[in-house]
């Protein structure tokens, strides 16, 4: 089949790349504008768009998908299907018809469940013990079309977001494709989501990542997993902004919310149930470091968080 990939970030490249070693020919793919980085805010093209650059594909960057040059000239490219992994922009009715076989979106949640931006990271807050992905066929609502394919995933207990999607993403690349080759076949089938089991994953804020030392440090372990890579847990110390990249939560010594135990193999801190381990910390305009160097450079009184 004919097919235009829609997809902006690295988490997308998986998919991307193994529709271009199908059987499928990939004719063009559709992006995100460049977007400012660092603080020069020099425009830098997404992964997606990178990729593209890399192996010769036609690349289109509309502002939003409703633009008439954009929707022209995805007409005269005559997709016969455009599969979809994060990219980022709703797409209008009258778009997702041009393509015989509509939209098909790879979704990192068993739809229903996490339907939204940050399916991962919601379930890994709400201490789900699996995830998976979900190949579904887009429409206007939010990521309520029907599934073709459900792949569930266990989801451990020790896995950040970004270990999770980066996994999934393989996966989800390869099921990809299968759903293809059946459409192509004519041989897939979609099947309605049920009414029940619904729940939303909006994107992840900063303020959801500050840590609240009065909660348990069951909660403040999946929070920080949920947040790494993005937006990264954060909290204070002596008026300074420190992120928290990794923690885990631990067995011992009960102390005060907030409040540091350190020596010279480890810092812990207290929450209102149970200690975290602090594994990996970022102190205000510094890299990331293991959270013991950074405790040994605090002094005699480590003192608490904010």
């Known amino acids: 089949m004919r097919v235009v990939f ?9 998919a991307l790349a193994a529709i271009a070693a199908s059987d499928h020919e990939l004719v063009a793919v559709v992006t995100r504008p460049d977007a400012p980085q660092g603080r020069s805010k020099r425009l830098v093209p997404s992964p997606v768009a990178a990729w593209a650059a890399d192996h010769g594909v036609v690349t289109l960057k509309p502002q939003r998908p409703r633009d008439p040059d954009f929707v022209a000239r995805l007409r005269d490219l005559a997709p016969e299907v455009c599969p979809v992994v994060a990219y980022g922009a709703l797409i209008p009715a009258d778009v997702l018809a041009i393509p015989k076989h509509g939209w098909v979106n ?5 739809l229903p469940a996490w339907r939204g931006a940050a399916p991962v990271q919601r379930a890994i807050l709400a201490g789900d ?14 990521d309520a079309g029907p599934v073709y394919r459900r792949d569930a995933s266990p989801l451990g207990d020790t896995e950040t977001a970004g270990d999770v999607l980066a996994r999934l993403a393989e996966q989800g690349a390869g099921v990809l494709v299968e759903v293809l080759d059946a459409l192509a076949a004519g041989t897939a089938t979609a099947t309605p989501q049920p009414e029940d089991g619904v729940t939303l994953a909006p994107k992840l804020t900063v303020d959801d990542a500050r840590i609240d030392w009065t909660a348990s440090a069951l909660a403040i372990d999946r929070q920080i997993r ?7 847990a954060w909290t204070t110390h002596r008026g300074e902004r420190v992120k928290v990249w990794l923690g885990r939560a631990r067995a011992g010594t009960v102390l005060a919310p907030g409040v540091l135990a350190v020596d010279k193999r480890s810092v812990h801190v207290g929450t209102g149930r149970g200690v975290l381990e602090l594994l990996q910390v970022q102190p205000a305009g510094k ?20």
Do not use: Y
């Open 6 to 14: 829609a997809g902006t970030p690295e988490v997308a490249l998986p």
């Open 106 to 110: 790879v979704h990192f949640s068993l």
């Open 226 to 232: 949920a947040c790494n890579p993005n937006p990264v």
């Open 287 to 306: 890299k990331a470091m293991a959270a013991a160097d950074w405790g040994r450079g605090l002094g005699a009184e480590a003192g608490s968080f904010e």
């Open 129 to 142: 013990l699996q995830t998976g992905i979900s190949v579904f066929d887009l429409v206007p609502a939010l």
